[in-house]
């Protein structure tokens, strides 16, 4: 069974740094593309950050969504099979439930999301 769980979310101050991680059991992390989301109250979840299987000839390359770019680095720790995502300069608005997401082929898997919440 397929699992990806999150963790590291909380509540941060503006200018404030997290850094999510996502877990994965039931599948090797090396082989899929793997994706963070958020989706913030009354809004459609959105890509935040990619980063592609190895196994493509642009494996290992990585995407931002431009509210991020600069600020976010999404990472593989392969050994660990988690994939984490480093949130720096962090602003009111980065503020949303993340989701990670891991996908290949026709596998299409989510975890639970974890809260992240930037406020003074």
């Known amino acids: 069974q397929v699992q990806l769980v999150e963790s590291g979310g909380g509540l941060v101050q503006p200018g404030g740094s997290l850094r999510l991680s996502c877990a994965a059991s039931?599948?090797?992390?090396?082989?899929?593309?793997m994706n963070w989301y958020r989706q913030a109250s009354g809004t459609e979840r959105e890509l935040v950050a990619s980063?592609?299987?190895?196994?493509?000839?642009?494996?290992?390359?990585?995407q931002y969504s431009n509210s991020v770019k600069g600020r976010f680095t999404i990472f593989r720790d392969n050994a660990k099979n988690t994939v984490l995502l480093q949130m720096n300069s962090l602003k009111p608005e980065d503020t949303a439930v993340y989701y990670c997401?891991?996908?290949?082929?026709?596998?299409?898997?989510w975890g639970q999301g974890t809260q992240v919440t930037v406020s003074s």
């Open positions: 039931g599948l090797t992390i090396s082989r899929y593309t």
């Open positions: 997401n891991a996908r290949f082929s026709n596998d299409n898997f």
């Open positions: 980063i592609s299987s190895p196994i493509f000839s642009t494996g290992g390359s990585t």
